[in-house]
């Protein structure tokens, strides 16, 4: 068994997509842009590091999952009224 198989499908999804969503909002407010892109490069330093300290377990599955998210380009921010 995976550790990707101890969790729905539903939950896993809101594992994978969790990081790249907290990334986003911290870039958002960092200020001017070219803030803002070092905020999401530190984030994919830190995803790489984390998928190389964690390959076998759990946040290594989900680091992997999250890398290929980013490797396949991120889906539009939601509106923001969708979250009230």
Same mark, same amino acid.
């Given at each position: 068994?995976? @550790?990707?198989?101890?969790?729905?499908?539903?939950?896993?999804?809101?594992?994978?997509?969790?990081?790249? $969503?907290?990334?986003?909002?911290? +870039?958002?407010? $960092?200020?001017?842009? +070219?803030?803002? +892109?070092?905020?999401? #490069?530190?984030?994919? @330093? !830190?995803?790489?590091?984390?998928?190389?300290?964690? $390959?076998?377990?759990? !946040?290594?599955?989900?680091? #992997?999952?999250?890398?290929?998210?980013?490797?396949? #380009? !991120?889906?539009?921010?939601?509106?923001?009224?969708?979250?009230?």
């Amino acid at each position: 068994m995976s @550790e990707r198989d101890a969790f729905t499908p539903e939950q896993w999804q809101a594992l994978v997509e969790a990081p790249p $969503a907290i990334a986003r909002a911290v +870039a958002s407010v $960092a200020g001017s842009p +070219a803030q803002s +892109a070092n905020e999401l #490069g530190a984030f994919l @330093e !830190l995803v790489d590091r984390a998928a190389a300290d964690d $390959a076998g377990g759990i !946040l290594g599955a989900i680091v #992997g999952d999250v890398h290929g998210r980013l490797a396949g #380009g !991120l889906p539009p921010e939601p509106l923001e009224d969708e979250f009230m």
